[in-house]
């Protein structure tokens, strides 16, 4: 056991070991389902690295006692492939057993060498379980999707993380592990439970007590202590805004750059910028708002680690662009206004003559609808008012940019 990987060792045999998607093997969910009546289907695995895609396939097959052919197709070619029938072939003749194969990132065979699977999926010599990082409906040959199950495994949450990374310091029982040090390696996994074993395993490997600075090294990132639902979170975010309300585009990139190297979530800084553009550009450049919006959107659609470009583009427009807290300050004396004063009768000439009652009541009376195109022919200024009595003369918009 001395030279085998710290993940290898601690690999899952057992379905009640396995970490994270409950979705697909939590209670009366599909592979638990599949795996509880022993009825397996072809299906192809898709999920980002570390999910457990090649440890769920292992399962499955020891739940089933079928034998497991893992097969690369980085390193794997078509005489592999035929090698691996023939075998299925003759276990299934002689003994029944039936053979899994386990096709590591399918995705990077071509559609002739996907195509040479269908007969044999189909005849049940094999069950394909192929794994992709990439999207099966682009990478992988439709008739082959249309032969099995496609099911999405997700990025391992820290909670799972924590799970994983506590089975691997029990491996290590003589070396002291500081909680700092144990959060910093769940926190720069990225949700990848291999990348958290590795850590753990070279942590150990350069200390017998583990603390941050080691786990710094393990994992190769610099903590940054960034609590996102404490101090730190709401002391960040308020420098960040701060730093574009001054109009000063390097501090603003500086602390934008702390968010993201500290996980925040990048849809909660693009929506800030949203309300910023709103709140303290307004109508001094109203394209202000227009590209903030774009920017979450984009955010949302593109992810990070790609998304930082178009979060700095628009942190440092936003910084550098006129501003203007008129509306700011105007909805926020109207909305006084409505506590604190009376609210007095819509003016008769201002509501809607809907129906002949109205009409006679006097709705609508002398309204000019288009007060600025009457203006325009006759040459006339209309007088016409618009606020209620008790707030006549009111003035809540006043512009403030140059």
Known sequence: MKNVPLAEILRPKKLNQFVGQKHLVGAGMPVRKMIETGHITSMILWGPPGSGKTTLASIIANSVKANFVFFSAVTSGVEDVRKVIKFAKN??????????????EIHRFNKAQQDGFLPHVENGTIILIGATTENPGFRVNAPLISRSQVYVLYALNENDLETVVKKAIKIYPKTKWETLAL???IKFSNG??????NAVELAASISKKVDLKVAEEAVQRKAI??????????DTISAFIKSMRGSDPDATLHYLARMIKSGEDPIFIARRMVIFASEDIGNALPTASVVATSCMQAVHMIGMPEATLILAQTATYLATAKKSIASTKAIGQALSDIDEENLDPIPLHLRNPANKVMKGLGYGK????????????SGKKIEQEYMPKNLRGRKYYVPDWK
């Open 91 to 104: 276990e299934k003749e002689t003994s029944g057993k039936q053979t899994i194969l386990f096709v590591d």
């Open 183 to 185: 959060k910093h390696i």
């Open 192 to 197: 990848d439970a291999r990348v958290a074993i």
């Open 225 to 234: 202590f960034y609590d996102k639902k404490g101090d730190w979170h709401y």
């Open 366 to 377: 002398g309204h000019t609808r288009y007060p600025w195109l009457v203006e325009k022919e």
